[in-house]
C-alpha cells in the first residue's frame, strides 16, 4: 500500500482525475463547462506531458488540515468505537486515469473523509448548513472508485469548545449520482487525451 503525502503516491495520481475534483470538471454555466474545468484540465495536461506536478505549494490552511487530521480520526474513533484502516489511492475499478484518496477505511463497507475547515464554516456546519456539494461528490466518487456504500463525513475544529469541536454525517452510495459523474469524467479524460495528443505533436515540429 502506498501511503498517502509521499512521493509515491503524488506519482501514482499524476495526470489523473481524482475524487476532490470531481466539483471541478462537472461545473457548468449556462454556455457550457466552467472555466475550473479547463484550469483543472491545463493542470492534469502539464502532469502527464512532465510526470511531475507544477502545484506543490501548500498554504496555511492546507498545513492546518493536514496537522490536524489525525486528531480527528482519533476522535472519531473514540466516538464510534470502530477502528480506522489506512487508505491509499485506489485506481477507479473501469475508468481508467481517474481515482480517490479516502482518508480512511471503515469496517468492510465504510470510508472516513475528514475536514478541519475554519472555524466559520465549522459553525455553519455545526448549526446545520447543507454538507457542500464538492464534498458530497468527492465522497460518490470515492465509493465508486473503493466499492464501497457508505462514508461518514466529519469536520474537526479543536478551536471551538470541546462539546462543539466535531460534528459527523454519514454519506450513502448514490448509484444514480456516480452514473452521472463516471459520464463527466469519461467526457473529460477523453477531451484531455485529445489536448495532449495535440500538443504533443507541435513539439515535434
Request: with cysteine; net charge negative; charged share 25%.
Amino acid at each position: 500500500m502506498i501511503e498517502q503525502g509521499t512521493h509515491e503516491w503524488f506519482e501514482a495520481r499524476y495526470g489523473n482525475a481524482t475524487a476532490s475534483r470531481i466539483v471541478d470538471i462537472m461545473a457548468k454555466t449556462k454556455s457550457g463547462y466552467s472555466a475550473s474545468r479547463d484550469n483543472y484540465m491545463a493542470q492534469l495536461i502539464c502532469e502527464r506531458m512532465t510526470g511531475s506536478s507544477g502545484n506543490d505549494f501548500t498554504s496555511a490552511a492546507m498545513q492546518w488540515g493536514i496537522d490536524t487530521e489525525p486528531h480527528a480520526r482519533s476522535e472519531y474513533e473514540a466516538r464510534t468505537g470502530v477502528l480506522v484502516g489506512k487508505a491509499s489511492y485506489y485506481p477507479h475499478p473501469t475508468i481508467d486515469r481517474s481515482g480517490a484518496s479516502p482518508d480512511g477505511m471503515v469496517g468492510e463497507d465504510g470510508l472516513l473523509e475528514i475536514k478541519c475547515p475554519n472555524t466559520a464554516t465549522h459553525i455553519k456546519t455545526l448549526l446545520g448548513s447543507k454538507l457542500d456539494r464538492k464534498y458530497y461528490l468527492q465522497m460518490q466518487w470515492q465509493m465508486a472508485c473503493t466499492e464501497r456504500v457508505w462514508c461518514d463525513f466529519v469536520s474537526f475544529d479543536p478551536r471551538m469548545p470541546e462539546e462543539l469541536q466535531y460534528y459527523s454525517e454519514r454519506v450513502e452510495r448514490n448509484d444514480e449520482l456516480i452514473e452521472e459523474i463516471s459520464v463527466e469524467v469519461q467526457t473529460f479524460l477523453i477531451d484531455l487525451d485529445a489536448k495532449v495528443s495535440e500538443l504533443n505533436k507541435l513539439r515535434v515540429k
